[in-house]
């Protein structure tokens, strides 16, 4: 079973992706924003990351660029899940290194496809 590490600054947002992974079989582990996710990691290291962009404290692309600072996370997989749409913010997001960028409001199934070709593509290696 995958660990999915869901940063996440709505509440209504987290729990309802969190219930909706844990139901597909995922163990899921939540944070608020980018500096509490990246503190929770150090003690639960996950398979994967599903991050939000805009957050307070830390936002999802400086805790991308946090990562790749850390030995033990820069290896793990994020997915971009983010209300900013714009072409430019995605283009921005995965040339910093995300795997994948899914615009809210998505239907979570298009979350989870990613998210399951995300870690097929990682057990390859």
Sequence with gaps: MATIFLIEDDSTIRENTTEFLEMEGYKVKTATN???????????KPD?????????????????????LH?????????????????KDISIGLKQG?????????????????????LLQRKQL
């Design 48 to 68: 994967l990351i599903v991050c939000d962009i805009r957050m307070p404290e830390m936002d999802g692309l400086e805790l991308l660029e946090k990562l790749g």
């Design 98 to 118: 995300a795997f994948d960028y899914i615009v809210k409001p998505s239907d979570l199934d298009d979350l989870l496809a990613s998210i399951k070709r995300c």
């Design 34 to 44: 980018g500096k509490e996710g990246l503190e929770k990691m150090s003690v639960y």
């Design 71 to 87: 030995t033990e996370l820069k290896t793990v997989p994020l997915i971009f899940f983010s209300a900013k749409s714009e072409k």
